[in-house]
């Protein structure tokens, strides 16, 4: 099974309020991204957790959060929505290396009003 | 600069025909290339890799890569209608955990 689980599939949030999005797979996989996608552009790295060390870019440091409370599951926290987070966020999980297949969810997509 | 550039942006295709779209890098940090295929509605799912210079085929699906200019092609061998997706050119930099940098992607519209 290379089943990687996205809840919820849709969120309507309020400026201002916070977002959690879940992320699951039962592959084993030691590393697990997630990834911003706005639309006509590329999907943008956010973080990565390998094991239970959390990596996160440069440039959305301080605009997300994130768990891995075991190897399955990974969350992606937003602790005060802005209208620039409206995006699909697509979690992905692989083994560590840059040779191994990333396997994405179908992604949530994140509406701000 | 978007440092994983696809060309075109869209093109369109008789069933049956062959589809062919670019991917340029402009990292040398960033050699290890993955086509990724979307079809609406789903995430990502992976093509197929290339790591090395000349061709990989897989199937109808033929990959291309220049090490030299970092370019690498995707070729779609007798196009079908569920051919139709979002195409997204990937690099990688081999450093172990490090995740893919995306293309904007190509859109792929075969037609019966």
């Known amino acids: 099974d290379t089943t990687v689980k996205q809840n919820p599939r849709y969120k309507l949030a309020r400026v201002g309020k916070p977002v959690n999005l879940i992320c699951s797979q039962t592959?084993?996989?030691?590393?697990m991204y997630w990834y911003q996608k706005k639309p006509n552009q590329a999907p943008k790295l956010l973080l990565f957790y390998y094991d239970k060390i959390l990596n996160r870019e440069a440039d959305t440091f301080e605009k997300f959060q994130s768990s891995r409370p075991n190897n399955s599951f990974c969350s992606l926290y937003i602790g005060s929505a802005g209208l620039e987070y409206s995006a699909m966020y697509l979690c992905?999980?692989?083994?560590?290396?840059?040779?191994?297949?990333?396997?994405f969810g179908p992604g949530t997509r994140l509406l701000v009003l | 600069q978007q440092k994983v550039q696809q060309s075109p942006e869209s093109l369109s295709v008789p069933e049956g025909g062959m589809a062919s779209f670019n991917c340029t890098s402009s990292d040398r940090n960033f050699q290890y290339f993955w086509w990724y295929r979307q079809h609406s509605g789903e995430g990502p799912k992976a093509l197929m890799?290339?790591?090395?210079?000349g061709d990989k085929k897989e199937g109808r699906f033929t990959a291309h890569l220049n090490k030299a200019s970092l370019h690498v092609s995707l070729h779609i061998r007798d196009s079908q209608p569920s051919d139709s997706a979002l195409y997204f050119c990937?690099?990688?930099?081999?450093?172990?955990?490090?995740?893919?940098?995306f293309g904007t992607g190509t859109t792929v519209s075969v037609s019966p």
């Open positions: 890799s290339i790591f090395s210079d």
């Open positions: 992905a999980s692989s083994r560590r290396g840059g040779q191994d297949t990333q396997y």
């Open positions: 990937a690099a990688s930099d081999y450093q172990g955990g490090r995740a893919l940098i």
């Open positions: 592959m084993n996989h030691d590393t």
